[in-house]
C-alpha cells in the first residue's frame, strides 16, 4: 500500500483534501489542469453569506498548499492513465510545457509587461478581460509562476520575437520545453474537478447571445475589483454603468429543454448575494430577481434573501420569464413573462441581465470517468457508490469531493472534502506518515541574550522590476547601511531565490548578524521561507522580520517614484528599530491524547466515532438516551431511497457496537469538561457510574436536534389527533402500519408551519421539504387512491437527484402555492376539518375538506445546549445550533481548537450530508490523533503577572478561549489572599491580540509585538524621520 | 384500436411546477385572453370540468410553442386535442361555429372517413410529361389541395411541382391514388373526431398496402406530421412498412446522393431575396432528432452559389411564428393580427417568401387580398420555389435496360 494521493483539481475541494490529507499523515500529489490552483472559488467576488471577499479567504490555503513539504503541486500537468487497484495505483501524468522554468521565475511579471500587445480573451475573467501570450492567471496565482500561450507566442509560432526571454532576470524562459510524461504510484485517487456553467449551451429564449447579457460566473468577474472592469458595474456593450439589473434564476436549471432536470442549488444565494453587491457598488442600479422557487436552506441562507429585499431594495419577481429580447438600438433587453399573480403579460426592461444559469458538470468529466475506469451519472456527474456514501465513486480506492459528485455550496464541498480525507485515512491507515517528510533543522540556534548589541543583517529586494523601477533600492541601501546597529545591508534581484538563501546564511555567519530583515513582497507568502533559512543559519526565528516595499509602497506608488523610494527608505528604517528589540521565542511541543470524545449517538456521532476508531483510535460515544440513533429512531422509511429507517439503524448501531476501539455510554450525560486540545478531562455521569473520569484529546459534536410541536397552531393539540406533524406521523406508520388509513380519504400536508416566518423562527430548516415528500411516496403507496394536498411555500429540493424525487410526487399530489401573508385556515368539523387557503398563483381562494392534516414544522436545536455550550467554552449562533469558525471555509471547526461540529447541532440536514460531514469532522480530529502532538507558536500574548489586576476582561474577549483567570495564593508582608490572574493557554492562543488591547493595565500584550516594539516603530517614523531631515 | 385513447388531463399535467413560462411565448395570447399557466393551474386544481365547458380550449392556436419551452415539457396542445375529443363528447360542444368556411373542408375529411364513401378524385390536373400508376414502389400522397381550386387558385402548381420533381427523378412512375383519401388531419387536431380519424387512417392503410408502396411522400407539412407520427401510434408496424418522406426531405437526400444538382438556366437568371416560413407542423411538432429544418437550411445555403440570397426571419425555425390558423379553426380578426405580424417579418426578410405548407399559403394569400402592403410579396411552395433549379446528374434508366 501507498502512502500517498492523487487529488485532481485544484479548486477549494482539491485544496481543502490536500491539506487535510497531508495533516492526517500523507503525502499528496496535487494534478491541476490549469496554470494555477484556486478554481471556481478564486473567481468569485464575495461569498455568501457573510459577503467575504472569496479570494481572500481563500488565499491563504493556497498559499499554505503551495508552501506544504506534503503536497507535490502538479498544475498545468493532467492526468493520462491509471492502473492497479486501492491501495496501489500507478498514474501516468502528462506535464504540459510551460515554456517558463518554474524553478527560475519569481513570478515578477517584468516579461508580461514586455511582451507584444496582441492580447486574447483572459479565460479567468470568463473572457471579460484580456492577456498577453505570457501570462498569469491571476495576480495572487499559486504557483506564482507565468506560462506561454504557445498559440499566441510570436517565438514559438513564428520564430520572432523573444522579447520575454530577453527581459526575465532570472532567465527562466524556455522555448524549447517540451510535454513530459512519468508514473507516479499513490494509494487512493480523488477527484475533485468541479464544474462548468452554461453560457453559449443555452437556448435562444435567455438571450446569452446578446452583449449585454451575462452568465453569474460572468458577473462575480464584472464585480470583483480585480476584474476587467476593476469593480465598476458597467454592461459590456458601451461600458455604461446600467441603472436597471435583471436577475433570472433557473436560466437553464429544472428545465428539460435544456437538458438540465436538476437544480443547481447555489443560484438563489449567489444572486441575492450579486443583487446585493451591485447595490453596494453603485447606488443608482435597481436589481430585480426573477425567481421560481426560492431555495435558501442553509444557515441564514432565507434571512439573507428576506434582506435583500427589506433592506437593500431588491425586488422579486415570481414567475419563469419567457424569453429575452434585445432592444437593437439601445441594447438594452425586454423580457417577456406573465405576471403570475395578475395573468397579465408583461415586458421589463433591463440594461444588463445576468443569468443564473445551469451549473454541469465539467466539459471532459466523460473522458477522465474513462480514464479512471469510474462511473457517471445520468446527469453526467461522477457517481457516487450509494446515496449515504457520496464520497466514494463507483470504483474502491477513487473518492468525490465538491462540485464533481454535484451540485452543493462551498462549505458542504469543504466538509466533503475533510471527509474525503479521513475515509482515506481508514483506508490507508496503515501508511500513515510513510511518505511524508519533515524538515529538521539540524544548525544548533545560537544563543541571543536581550544584552547582546544588535547586530542587524538587511537584504532589499528589487522583485525583478517590480520594486525596482520605482523606488530607488540602491540609495535606500546607502541610507539603511548608515543606520545604528545595521551591521550590513545589500541589494539582490529575487531575494526569495534559492541562491539567495545561501547568500542569507553566508551574510548571518560572515557578518555575526543575530538580527535580520527583509525588505521585499508580502509576508503572508514569503515570511515562512526567510524563517527557515534564519533557522538554518542558527538564528531564532522571531529574530528575523519582514517589510513589504512592494504591495503597499512600490505598485501603488508607480508614478511617484520619489515619495515611494522614501516610503521604502521609512519603512525600513522602523523594521530595524524594532529588530533591534526583537527576542528569541520558543515553541513548544504538547502531547495529545490519543483518544476521542464523541457527543450524541445519532448517524453523525455514531459515523464520527466509527471512522476515528477505524483510523485505530479509542473513542468514547456518549448518548444521553437508552439507546443508539438519535432521531432516526422516530423515523420509519428513509428520503430518498425506500430503506426502512430501522434497518439502516440497526446496521450502524451494530458496527458501532461491535468495534473494539469505540466504547459507548449510554444514558449517560456529560457533568464537566476541562483541559484544552490534547488534554481534556471530562466528566461524565452514567447509568452505573455517577462520577466516570475520561481524558480524551479532542471532542466531536454530535448532538443533533429536534422537531419542533406547533403548539396551538393549525389547531395542533393533543384534543386533534388527526392534525400532526411529519415526526409523530413516522412514529404512526412504524408502529400502526397502514391499517388507520382506511377511513382516510385526503390527506393534507402544509409545509414552512412554523419556519421562514417575520419573527420567531425566521430559518428555513431544509430537509422539511423533503420529509414531505417522502411521507407523500409513502402513504400513496400505502392506499394508492389517497387524495394528497400539499400547500407549500418554495419547496427545496436542491440536490441533484431530488426534483426528480420531487417532479415524481407533483403525480401523487396537488401543490398548492400559499403565501406568508395568507396563511391558511382550518376550521374542525364533525369529523374532519374545513381548509380555506389563497392560492397565491392565481389569487384565488379555494376551500376543501380533509381528514387528516400533517404539519412540517422545521427543526430545532436540543434542549439544554447553552449548558453544553458553556461547558466545552464554544459559543451558539442565534437560532440556538452551534457556532462554527467559520461559515465557508471551516464549517466543521469551532473556533477553539480541538472541539469539532458535525450533523444537525450545526444546522438542519439529511442523512447524507449528516455522514459526510460526521466523516469530515473525524478527519479533522483526527489530524491531531495523528500527528500525536502539536507545537505551539511563538507569537502569543504573556501575562505580566505583577501588572494583572484580575479584572477578567481579557478572557472575556478572546476568542479562542485561550485566556483564563486563575487564582493565586498572594503573601503580602501581613496578610495572605487569594488574588485572581489573567493565564494564557499557549496551545489555544493564536496571537490575535485583542486582550493586550483590552487590557486597561497594559499588563498583557503579544511576543514579537509588544508595546515597545510597536513604540520604537512609531517613534522611529515621527522622530527619525525629522532628525533625518 | 377501436376505443379512443381518453386520458385524465389532470395526470398529464401534474408535471407542471407553475413557472408560467408557456403564456408567455403563447402565441394566441398576444392577441386574445388565453393563459395557458392558468388554465392548467384551474385542471390541476380539479376544475377540469369548468375549463371544459367554458369551451376556453377551442380558442387554443396549437402551434405546439409551449412545449417547445416548457421546462417540463408538457405537450399542452396534445392535451387541448384530447380535451377537444371530451368538449365534443361529453359536453356537446359543436365545434362547427368555429369552423372557417362554413366548414366545407373538413366536412368532405368526415365524409371520406365514411365506409361507404369511395371517392373518385379529379386526377385531370397530372401533367401529360407525367406518369404515374396505381402500384408501385413510391407514392405520392397528394392530399386536399386539389379541393381547394373551386375557392382559390393559388395551390394548382403545387401537385403538379411536386409530381414533376419525383418524376423527373424515380425510374418508375409514381403512385397517385384515384381513391385516395384525407389524411385525417384536420379531423383529429381541429374538431376532436377521434373516430372519424381512425377510420381514415385505416381506409389510407388498406390503400397503402393495395398498391404495394413502401415509401410516402407528401408536399403538405400536416400530412408529414400525420403520417409519420400519427400514424405509427394506430398501426405497430407502420414504421417496418412505410417510410415517409416530405418532398424536402426527399430533394435533400437526392441532392445529397448526388443524384441532382440545383441550377440555373443563364438567360432567366435573376436574383432572388427569399425567406422561409416554417409550418409548426415541420418545426414544433417534430422530434427534436428530425433535422428535416437544418435539411431546408442546407439546400437554401446550395441556393446562394446561384445568386439567391436567403434571410432569415426574426422568428424561425421552431420559433416561427403561427400562420394564425390551424385546421380551419378560428379565422378572425384575432388569427388575422397573427398573419399581419407574420407577414411583416417575411416582407422585411425578402421579396419572396417559401414554405411547406399549401395551408400557410392559403392563409396569408387570403390576408394579401386584404392588405396592399403585402402585395408584392411573392409566396411559394418549396416545390414551384425549387423545380427549374432540380436538374438531373445521372441520366435516367430508360425502361427494360436492366435485362
Known amino acids: 500500500m501507498e502512502g500517498s494521493v492523487l487529488v485532481i483539481g485544484g479548486g477549494i475541494a482539491g485544496i481543502q483534501t490536500s491539506l487535510d490529507l497531508t495533516e492526517l499523515g500523507f503525502k499528496v500529489y496535487l494534478v491541476e489542469k490549469t496554470p494555477s490552483i484556486g478554481g471556481r472559488m478564486a473567481q468569485l467576488d464575495k461569498t455568501f453569506p457573510t459577503n467575504d471577499c472569496s479570494l481572500c479567504i481563500l488565499a491563504p490555503k493556497m498559499v499554505e498548499v503551495g508552501r506544504n513539504p506534503n503536497i507535490e503541486l502538479m498544475t498545468y500537468h493532467e492526468v493520462l492513465e491509471i492502473a492497479g487497484e486501492a491501495g496501489n495505483f500507478t498514474v501516468k501524468i502528462l506535464k504540459k510545457p510551460r515554456y517558463v522554468d518554474e524553478s527560475k521565475c519569481k513570478g515578477c511579471g517584468d516579461c508580461a509587461s514586455k511582451c507584444p500587445k496582441i492580447e486574447v480573451p483572459r479565460l479567468f475573467d470568463m473572457n471579460l478581460g484580456k492577456r498577453k501570450s505570457i501570462y498569469i492567471p491571476f495576480p495572487q496565482a499559486v504557483p506564482p509562476v507565468y506560462v506561454i500561450d504557445p498559440e499566441l507566442c510570436l517565438k514559438i509560432t513564428k520564430g520572432v520575437c523573444g522579447v520575454c526571454q530577453k527581459v526575465c532576470k532570472a532567465d527562466a524562459i524556455d522555448y524549447e520545453q517540451k510535454p513530459i510524461e512519468f508514473e507516479i504510484k499513490v494509494g487512493a485517487i480523488v477527484v475533485a474537478t468541479g464544474f462548468d456553467m452554461y453560457g453559449e449551451e443555452l437556448s435562444k429564449r435567455w438571450g446569452y447571445q446578446y452583449e449585454n447579457v451575462v452568465n453569474a460566473l460572468e458577473y462575480e468577474r464584472i464585480l470583483c475589483a480585480s476584474g476587467p472592469y476593476e469593480g465598476h458595474v458597467l454592461r459590456p456593450s458601451d461600458k455604461e454603468e446600467p441603472r436597471n439589473i435583471a436577475f433570472i434564476q433557473c436560466a437553464g436549471s429544472r428545465d428539460r429543454q435544456e437538458d438540465v432536470p436538476y437544480c443547481s442549488s447555489v443560484c438563489c444565494m449567489y444572486t441575492a448575494k450579486e443583487a446585493i453587491i451591485t447595490k453596494e457598488h453603485s447606488e443608482n442600479s435597481e436589481c430585480y430577481v426573477f425567481r421560481h422557487d426560492l431555495r435558501a436552506y442553509g444557515k441564514n441562507f432565507y434571512e439573507y434573501t428576506q434582506r435583500a429585499q427589506d433592506e437593500y431594495g431588491v425586488t422579486y419577481f415570481q414567475t419563469k420569464i419567457s424569453k429575452i429580447i434585445e432592444d437593437s438600438k439601445t441594447n438594452d433587453l425586454v423580457i417577456h413573462y406573465e405576471n403570475l399573480q395578475t395573468g397579465k403579460i408583461e415586458t421589463f426592461k433591463a440594461n444588463l441581465v445576468v443569468l443564473a444559469s445551469p451549473l454541469v458538470p465539467k466539459k471532459d468529466s466523460k473522458e477522465l470517468a474513462k480514464i479512471l475506469g469510474i462511473e457517471l451519472d445520468k446527469y453526467g456527474f461522477f457517481k457516487e457508490q450509494s446515496y449515504y456514501n457520496k464520497s466514494k465513486a463507483s470504483k474502491k480506492g477513487i473518492f468525490l469531493s465538491g462540485f464533481a459528485q454535484g451540485p452543493m455550496d462551498i462549505p458542504e464541498t469543504v466538509a466533503g472534502s475533510s471527509g474525503v480525507a479521513s475515509e482515506i485515512a481508514t483506508l490507508l491507515s496503515s501508511e500513515k506518515f510513510s511518505n511524508t517528510e519533515e524538515k529538521i533543522i539540524e544548525t544548533p540556534e545560537k544563543e541571543v541574550k536581550p544584552s547582546d548589541e544588535p547586530r542587524i543583517g538587511v537584504l532589499i529586494c528589487h522583485c525583478g522590476i517590480n520594486i525596482g523601477k520605482y523606488v530607488d533600492v540602491p540609495k535606500v541601501v546607502e541610507k539603511i547601511n548608515k543606520l545604528p546597529n545595521v551591521t550590513h545591508c545589500e541589494d539582490n534581484m529575487y531575494s526569495c531565490s534559492s541562491d539567495s538563501q545561501e547568500r542569507i546564511k553566508e551574510m548571518i555567519k560572515e557578518y555575526n548578524l543575530n538580527r535580520f530583515i527583509v525588505a521585499s513582497c508580502t509576508p503572508r507568502t514569503h515570511e515562512p521561507l526567510f524563517q527557515e533559512t534564519c533557522e538554518e ?169 429536534q422537531e419542533l410541536k406547533p403548539e396551538g397552531n393549525f389547531l ?314 | 384500436m377501436d376505443k379512443v385513447y381518453q386520458p385524465n388531463l389532470r395526470e398529464l399535467l401534474k408535471k407542471c411546477y407553475q413557472c408560467a413560462r408557456c403564456t408567455g411565448v403563447c402565441q394566441i395570447s398576444k392577441v386574445q385572453y388565453f393563459r395557458p399557466s392558468r388554465i392548467i393551474q384551474q385542471i390541476l386544481e380539479g376544475f377540469e370540468e369548468k375549463v371544459l365547458q367554458s369551451g376556453v380550449l377551442w380558442d387554443c392556436l396549437m402551434c405546439n410553442s409551449c412545449l417547445q419551452n416548457c421546462p417540463e415539457e408538457i405537450n399542452f396542445a396534445d392535451i387541448v386535442r384530447n380535451a377537444k375529443h371530451l368538449m365534443v363528447h361529453k359536453y356537446g360542444q359543436n365545434p362547427e361555429e368555429c369552423v372557417a368556411h362554413k366548414g366545407i373542408y373538413t366536412s368532405i375529411s368526415e365524409l371520406m372517413s365514411k365506409l361507404e364513401v369511395n371517392p373518385k378524385r379529379d386526377l385531370s390536373w397530372i401533367p401529360k410529361d407525367c406518369e404515374i400508376a396505381k402500384e408501385g414502389k413510391i407514392l405520392y400522397h397528394v392530399g386536399c389541395t386539389p379541393f381547394f381550386k373551386f375557392e382559390f387558385d393559388e395551390l394548382e402548381n403545387v401537385p403538379i411541382s411536386t409530381l414533376r420533381i419525383l418524376s423527373k427523378i424515380e425510374n418508375e412512375p409514381i403512385v397517385v391514388l384515384e381513391d385516395e383519401y384525407c389524411c385525417g388531419h384536420d379531423l383529429y387536431w381541429g374538431q376532436g373526431k377521434m373516430e372519424e380519424f381512425i377510420a381514415l387512417a385505416k381506409k389510407n392503410m388498406k390503400n397503402f398496402e393495395r398498391s404495394g408502396i413502401s415509401t410516402i411522400i407528401t408536399t403538405c407539412a400536416e400530412g408529414y406530421r400525420t403520417f409519420k407520427i400519427e400514424y405509427p401510434k394506430i398501426f405497430e408496424d407502420f414504421n417496418q412498412k412505410f417510410e415517409v418522406k416530405h418532398i424536402i426531405e426527399y430533394v435533400y437526400e437526392q441532392w445529397k446522393a448526388g443524384r441532382i444538382t440545383f441550377k440555373i438556366d443563364e438567360k432567366t437568371k435573376e436574383k432572388i431575396n427569399f425567406t422561409f416560413h416554417d409550418p409548426c407542423r415541420m418545426s414544433r411538432f417534430l422530434p427534436k432528432s428530425n433535422t428535416i429544418m437544418q435539411k431546408t437550411r442546407e439546400i437554401f445555403l446550395q441556393l446562394e452559389h446561384l445568386g439567391y440570397k436567403f434571410t432569415e426571419m426574426e422568428h424561425n425555425q421552431e420559433n416561427a411564428l403561427c400562420c394564425g390558423v390551424s385546421s380551419w379553426m378560428n379565422c378572425n380578426e384575432r388569427s388575422k393580427a397573427l398573419r399581419y405580424k407574420r407577414l411583416s417579418e417575411a416582407k422585411v426578410a425578402g421579396d419572396t417568401m417559401v414554405t411547406s405548407c399549401p395551408k400557410c399559403i392559403l392563409h396569408f394569400n387570403c390576408l394579401q387580398n386584404d392588405y396592399d402592403e403585402f402585395s408584392a410579396l411573392k409566396i411559394l411552395d418549396f416545390t414551384e420555389f425549387i423545380i427549374n433549379l432540380v436538374q438531373i446528374t445521372q441520366k435516367k434508366k430508360i425502361k427494360g435496360d436492366e435485362q
Open chain 1, 537 to 705: 543559519a542558527g538564528l531564532n526565528k522571531y529574530l528575523f522580520e519582514m517589510v513589504n516595499i512592494r504591495d503597499q509602497c512600490s505598485w501603488v506608488h508607480m508614478k511617484e517614484k520619489e515619495a515611494a523610494t522614501q516610503k521604502a527608505e521609512d519603512l525600513i528604517r522602523m523594521a530595524v528599530s524594532k529588530a533591534r528589540l526583537l527576542k528569541p521565542q520558543n515553541e513548544e511541543n504538547l502531547k495529545i491524547e490519543p483518544s476521542a470524545l464523541v457527543i450524541g449517538g445519532g448517524i453523525s456521532g455514531m459515523t464520527a466515532a466509527l471512522n476515528i476508531a477505524n483510523q485505530g483510535f479509542e473513542v468514547h460515544l456518549v448518548e444521553k438516551e437508552e439507546e443508539l440513533g438519535g432521531i432516526l429512531n422516530n423515523l420509519y422509511e428513509l428520503f430518498p431511497n425506500e430503506d426502512k429507517a430501522s434497518d439502516f439503524l440497526v446496521e450502524n448501531i451494530e458496527k458501532v457496537e461491535n468495534h473494539k476501539k469505540i466504547k459507548t455510554y449510554l444514558h449517560s450525560k456529560i457533568k464537566d469538561i476541562k483541559g484544552y486540545i490534547g488534554n481534556y478531562n471530562i466528566s461524565l455521569s452514567t447509568l452505573d457510574n455517577d462520577k466516570l473520569e475520561l481524558k480524551v484529546g479532542t471532542i466531536i459534536v454530535a448532538t443533533g436536534a
Open chain 1, 716 to 1029: 395542533y393539540s393533543d384534543e386533534n389527533p388527526k392534525i400532526m406533524t411529519q415526526l409523530e406521523l413516522e412514529q404512526k406508520l412504524t408502529k400502526d402500519g397502514d391499517k388507520w388509513l382506511k377511513d382516510i380519504k385526503r390527506i393534507t400536508t402544509i409545509l414552512c408551519v412554523n419556519s421562514r416566518q417575520k419573527e420567531g423562527i425566521t430559518y428555513c430548516s431544509n430537509i422539511c421539504c423533503s420529509v414531505a415528500l417522502k411521507n407523500i411516496r409513502i402513504l400513496k403507496e400505502m392506499k394508492p387512491n389517497l387524495e394528497m394536498i400539499v400547500l407549500y411555500r418554495d419547496l427545496q429540493m436542491a440536490k441533484k437527484e431530488f426534483e426528480d424525487f420531487y417532479r415524481e410526487r407533483r403525480q401523487d399530489a396537488m401543490f398548492i402555492r400559499y403565501s406568508l401573508n395568507n396563511l391558511p385556515s382550518i376550521e374542525k368539523k364533525n369529523n374532519n376539518y374545513h381548509i380555506n387557503v389563497i392560492n397565491t398563483n392565481l389569487q384565488q381562494e379555494l376551500e376543501f375538506d380533509t381528514d387528516l392534516i400533517i404539519l412540517t414544522t422545521p427543526l430545532i436545536p436540543e434542549d439544554n445546549m447553552d449548558e453544553l455550550a458553556k461547558m466545552l467554552k464554544v459559543p451558539l449562533d442565534g437560532t440556538g445550533f452551534f457556532l462554527e469558525a467559520h461559515v465557508k471555509l471551516r464549517p466543521l471547526d469551532f473556533a477553539t481548537d480541538g472541539i469539532f461540529l458535525c450533523g444537525c447541532a450545526q444546522w438542519p440536514k439529511n442523512i447524507q450530508d449528516s455522514i459526510s460531514q460526521a466523516n469530515g469532522a473525524a478527519g479533522r480530529a483526527s489530524r491531531f490523533l495523528s500527528a500525536g502532538e502539536i507545537t505551539t507558536s511563538g507569537l502569543i500574548s504573556e501575562v505580566n503577572e505583577a501588572l494583572c489586576i484580575g479584572c477578567g476582561k481579557c478572557e472575556e474577549v478572546c476568542p479562542y478561549q485561550a485566556v483564563e483567570l486563575r487564582e493565586i495564593e498572594k503573601t503580602f508582608e501581613d496578610i495572605t489572599i487569594s488574588i485572581k490572574k489573567s493565564y494564557v493557554n499557549s496551545a489555544l492562543c493564536k496571537g490575535c491580540g485583542t486582550c493586550g488591547a483590552t487590557c486597561p493595565v497594559g499588563a498583557i500584550s503579544v511576543k514579537h509585538y509588544d508595546f515597545d516594539q510597536i513604540g520604537v516603530m512609531i517613534d522611529s517614523y515621527l522622530l527619525e524621520k525629522t532628525q533625518a531631515e
